[in-house]
Nanobody, 123 residues
Framework: QVQLVESGGGLVQAGGSLRLSCAASGRTFSSYAVGWFRQAPGKKREWVANINRSGGTTYYADSVKDRFTISRDNAKNTVDLQMSSLKPEDTAVYYC????????????????WGQGTQVTVSS
C-alpha cells in the first residue's frame, strides 16, 4: 500500500510555470507506475502524463505535450510534474495516481490517489 500527497499547486499567470510534486510513503515506490490526472470544474477527469517504474518511459496527453515534463526520483519517493507555458485551460485540481500492476493513463486508473492540488492559471 502507498499513500500519496501532492504539493506545489497555486495561482500563476498565463505563460508561467509551476512544479507539482507527488510524495509517496512506503519503501516500494519504485514498483509503482504513476500518472498525473486533472479535473476542472464541471469537466471529466483527464489524464495528463505518466511514467513507468524506472522513470525511463513517459507519455503525455496531446494537450500538454511539449509543455509538461514528468519525472521521478525513486530514492526520494517522488514524482514531479514540471508545467511550463501554462494556459488558463490548464486550471484544474491535479492528482497523482499510482499502481503496481498497470500504467495509469488513457482509460486506465490505478489503485492509489492523492488528495489533489489546485492549479489556477489566470489570463
Amino acid at each position: 500500500q502507498v499513500q500519496l500527497v501532492e504539493s506545489g499547486g497555486g495561482l500563476v499567470q498565463a505563460g508561467g510555470s509551476l512544479r507539482l510534486s507527488c510524495a509517496a510513503s512506503g519503501r516500494t515506490f519504485s514498483s509503482y507506475a504513476v500518472g498525473w490526472f486533472r479535473q476542472a470544474p464541471g469537466k471529466k477527469r483527464e489524464w495528463v502524463a505518466n511514467i513507468n517504474r524506472s522513470g525511463g518511459t513517459t507519455y503525455y496527453a496531446d494537450s500538454v505535450k511539449d509543455r509538461f515534463t514528468i519525472s521521478r526520483d525513486n530514492a526520494k519517493n517522488t514524482v514531479d510534474l514540471q508545467m511550463s507555458s501554462l494556459k488558463p485551460e490548464d486550471t484544474a485540481v491535479y492528482y497523482c495516481n499510482a499502481d503496481q500492476g498497470v500504467m495509469p493513463g488513457w482509460g486506465t486508473v490505478g489503485t492509489y490517489w492523492g488528495q489533489g492540488t489546485q492549479v489556477t492559471v489566470s489570463s
